[in-house]
């Protein structure tokens, strides 16, 4: 089960880390992705972190802004979100799947969480 938190409202600019708590599993052999989607829009690839490895892999459009990384001992992923821009604001949702491969599409991530929503002003 995966749960989402930290989103809100913050001005362009600034910064957010949303959480993704993740709960009945060993996370040792999983990937976690960051996935947004904003309103009317498809859902687009952030970033993804490799459990084991903690390796990472940003969106090329997102890479220098957005960042995932994780806490073993909280069973926790994070993504940092800076310089935030209006166009940024969507639902933000974390996935989970099997295996070290910080892939991008979304069918091959298996459990979703509910997403948490982030509204930037300008």
């Known amino acids: 089960r995966l749960v989402e938190s930290g989103g809100g409202l913050v001005q362009a600019g600034g910064s957010l880390r949303l959480s993704c708590v993740v709960s009945?599993?060993?996370?040792?052999?999983?990937?976690i992705a960051w996935y947004r989607q904003p309103p009317g829009k498809e859902r687009e690839f952030v970033a993804a972190i490799s459990w084991a490895y903690s390796s990472t892999y940003t969106s090329e459009s997102l890479k220098g802004r957005f960042t995932a990384s994780r806490d073993n001992a909280q069973n926790t992923a994070y993504l940092h979100a800076d310089s935030l821009k209006p166009e940024d604001a969507a639902d933000y949702f974390c996935?989970?799947?099997?295996?070290?491969?910080?892939?991008?599409?979304?069918?091959?991530?298996?459990?979703w969480g509910q997403g948490t929503q982030v509204t930037v002003s300008s």
């Open positions: 996935a989970a799947r099997r295996g070290s491969d910080t892939a991008s599409e979304p069918y091959k991530y298996t459990n």
């Open positions: 009945g599993d060993t996370l040792s052999d999983y990937t």
